[in-house]
């Protein structure tokens, strides 16, 4: 059974940069048709796609974000990270990793304030 945990820090300064890592256990991430994604969730709003990186290395944003972001992986610790450069208040959010179609971590909430 693949299970995800995010982990990084809860709180983030304004300007700063949000750090994220998934560990996948269960399965390897470079098992063919692997989409290992991450989806945030703002308080009071719906589920918003950030990116994915594919089972073969390639990797998709999402257009609204593209510019601050960064996603990358380590194949060796089965783990996939994000960066979201200069974030604001308005980037405060549950933040999910997943495996598109499949499995979901529990999400971890980061709120950005100074």
């Known amino acids: 059974q693949v299970q995800l945990q995010e982990s990084g820090p809860g709180l983030v300064k304004p300007s700063q940069t949000l750090s994220l890592t998934c560990t996948v256990s269960?399965?390897?991430?470079?098992?063919?048709?692997?989409?290992c994604a991450w989806i945030r969730q703002p308080p009071g709003k719906g589920l918003d796609w950030m990116g994915t990186v594919t089972y073969a290395g390639k990797i998709y944003y999402s257009p609204s974000l593209e510019s601050r972001t960064s996603i990358s992986r380590d194949t060796s610790k089965n783990q996939f990270t994000l960066q979201l450069n200069s974030v604001t208040p308005e980037d405060s959010a549950v933040y999910y990793c997943?495996?598109?179609?499949?499995?979901w971590g529990k999400g971890t909430l980061v709120t950005v304030s100074s």
């Open positions: 997943a495996l598109l179609g499949g499995a």
């Open positions: 269960g399965g390897s991430i470079t098992t063919n048709d692997y989409y």
